[in-house]
């Protein structure tokens, strides 16, 4: 059996039906779409009904989608990683490290370099992640539950504990303006989306993915390169979290060595995994990770309309991906 027959077969993957158009993945997630999509209604109904004057306000409501922005480029970092069957617990820790890259631009005053060395902080950072998984051979939550530590350190002490103030306009207007009146970490979010739609369904890459995820043995025997695509991956996850350090930066004026990403990554996963991504790795949907974190975002910006304590949000969050575990194993359980 070849590799891209095996990608085809791989739980969650696009297979071909009798016109020879790929509607498998269709078939498999549309339960748990229209789920989550009832579940996005209800809440907004609920909270809409606590505060009617407030959250329909179309500001709010771009406020919500500017604001899961860095959920949602993190959370589908998280799709692909957990579908090949790892996890990145180290994300956040990544964004806060990307964001101290401010320095650089501060320093020269030039967006682009900024932004280019963001950009090789994440890529090097997801590399580092990928090659002690890979070569040292560690396994990937150990591996990147110490380097959630090690990376926030790191910023830290390039930023010497505080924020790094960013005074260039052409770099913060990416989070402050707008296309077609839709906020430009809006947007960004949605291309990257579309971008993984593509790539995970209609690409042999993306199918590789669903199969080393479903059935690693037989994905090594069809010929594909475990190894090498592991590395790939997580220096996906690193870019990502590059670019949502960049919308970070940009938004919030100063690189941010933690504030804004801490916690992150539990928000990422809880998106992935409330979206229908199975921890066992080969099953997963861009739009199923999207719905999620429309719901974490709808969430969190309710608790903050109704004047709930952060302390309170916290553990909603974590009783959210519970709640996300357990509908999993129950839907799993069903179908053996």
Same mark, same amino acid.
């Given at each position: ?63 919500? @989608? ?29 964004? @806060? ?13 030039? &967006? ?7 950009? @090789? ?53 990416? @989070? ?64 990502? &979290? ?73 553990? &909603? ?20």
């Amino acid at each position: 059996m070849t590799s891209k027959e095996i990608s085809q077969t791989a739980p969650g993957a696009p297979t071909p039906d009798k016109s020879g158009r790929r509607t498998g993945w269709v078939r498999s997630i549309d339960p748990q779409l229209l789920g989550l999509a009832v579940a996005l209604g209800i809440l907004v109904l609920i909270i809409g009904v606590q505060v009617p004057g407030k959250f329909f306000r179309i500001s709010n409501l771009l406020n919500i @989608g500017q604001a899961v922005t860095l959920i949602g480029l993190t959370g589908l970092a998280s799709t692909v990683v957990i579908i090949s069957g790892g996890l990145d617990i180290s994300i956040g820790s990544i964004v @806060g490290l990307c964001s101290a890259a401010a320095l650089a631009m501060v320093t020269l005053d030039n &967006a682009a370099f900024g932004i280019v060395a963001a950009v @090789g902080i994440g890529l090097t950072a997801g590399m580092v992640n990928g090659l002690l998984i890979t070569v040292g051979r560690i396994n990937p939550v150990i591996t990147t539950l110490g380097t959630l530590s090690a990376y926030r350190g790191i910023a830290w002490i390039m930023t010497g504990g505080y924020a790094v103030g960013v005074s260039n306009k052409a770099f913060n207007s990416i @989070g402050s303006s707008e296309i077609l009146g839709i906020p430009t970490p809006l947007v960004i979010l949605i291309v990257v989306a579309v971008l993984f739609q593509i790539f995970l369904a209609y690409t042999d890459v993306g199918r590789n993915i669903f199969a080393m995820g479903g059935n690693p043995t037989a994905a090594r025997l069809a010929g594909i390169g475990l190894n090498r695509y592991k590395l790939g991956i997580y220096m996906l996850s690193g870019l990502c &979290a590059a670019l949502a350090a960049i919308v970070l930066t940009a938004r919030t004026n100063s690189g941010q060595p933690a504030s804004g990403s801490a916690g992150l990554e539990l928000e990422a996963i809880t998106a992935a995994v409330l979206g229908g991504t199975a921890m066992s790795g080969g099953v997963g949907s861009v739009l199923g990770t999207m719905l999620g974190v429309l719901i974490i975002g709808t969430l969190n910006n309710g608790m903050i309309l109704l004047n709930v304590p952060s302390f309170y949000q916290f553990v &909603a969050r974590g009783v959210l991906l519970i709640v996300a575990m357990l509908i999993q194993n129950w839907r799993t359980r069903g179908t053996q």
